[in-house]
């Protein structure tokens, strides 16, 4: 049994809320942010919708999307 590649559709009537699209994060170079893993930092690069570059101190990384762990402050 194989799983559709269609989504499947939400009916006006159901009584769960309709799946809405995650949000796209917005990074800017120079803006201060926070990882899970590494913690603060400040954007140096930005490449729209593929990846960020956080300078975190004594560490540069490269951050791909989707950016899970990673938020504005």
């Known amino acids: ?7 499947k559709r939400h009916l006006p009537t159901s009584p769960f809320l309709a799946p809405t699209a995650p ?3 917005q990074f ?10 590494y913690g603060l930092g400040r954007v140096t ?5 593929v990846a960020v ?4 101190g004594s560490l540069e990384a490269r951050i791909m999307s989707p950016y899970n762990k990673l938020s504005n402050l």
Request: charged share 30%; hydrophobic share 35%.
């Open 1 to 7: 049994m194989r799983k559709s590649p269609a989504p």
């Open 23 to 25: 949000t796209s994060k």
């Open 28 to 37: 800017t170079v120079g803006s201060r942010v926070t990882h899970d893993v």
């Open 45 to 49: 690069a930005v490449e729209e919708g």
């Open 53 to 56: 570059v956080v300078d975190f």
